[in-house]
């Protein structure tokens, strides 16, 4: 979380094709979902949850928030190899989840920006099935991580290949904790035709790294004579134009 109580980190294996996990965070709570969403929301959401019953005794479930925010437990297991130890007043748990579980329901882990979604209650519980993560006082929270990288970044590109630059020219960043800027660019009258898209990347200006924390490229769809209006700025302002929206 913000505040560095909570504590999510990685290892992805290529070669099974799963992700190894590490969550840290203090000993006081009965509940601790974390999972992932495909926008960010704390539902719909694919979790892995830590709970304990009345009795004190420890379960790891996996379970699927619905659009209400209420946990359905799937009786297959997607929350592997659990370990659990507790040290003072932190507790620390691993486990691991395949890149794609084959789950119609289930979040599939892909090359790109992953929604990770957390929630935390303090009462112990009877049973997490009908658990709502949406409820309580609303200690829960979301982060954007990329849990995989692209091994294949470094292959030769052909030598035929065109590049073309998008820039946002002198950007004055808001003084905000985030901004999200849109920027809607026409490309070339040379690229009408069909051409394949074989890598992309970020281009920062030395010094503003810190500052940028992912990038999202959407090809905009519309009839061939409509306009769509080459707007640059907040994603949010009143002003945008709809045929960007």
Known sequence: DERGLITFDWTPDYSRRSVQFEVHLSSDFGWFAVGFSDRGESFPADYCVLWYDWKGRINFENAVADEKGVLVVDEEQHCLRFKIKRKGHVTKFTYGREFDTCHASRYVIEDGTNHVVWSRGKDRLYQLAGLNVSAGDGD??????????????????????????????????????????????????????????????????????????????????????????????????????????
Request: with cysteine.
């Open 140 to 245: 829960r929270g979301m982060v954007r991580v990329q849990l995989l990288k692209n091994v294949a970044a470094n292959l030769d590109l052909p030598p035929h290949h065109k590049t073309v630059e998008i820039l946002v020219s002198k950007v004055q960043v808001p003084d905000a904790d985030t901004t999200y800027w849109c920027h809607v660019y026409k490309l070339p009258r040379e690229y009408l035709e069909k051409h394949h898209v074989i890598q992309y990347g970020a281009i920062i200006q030395k010094g503003n790294e810190g500052l940028v924390h992912h990038m999202e490229v959407f090809h905009c769809i519309a009839p061939p004579e409509e306009e769509i209006d080459l707007y640059s700025g907040s994603c949010f302002a009143p002003e945008r134009p709809k045929s960007t929206q």
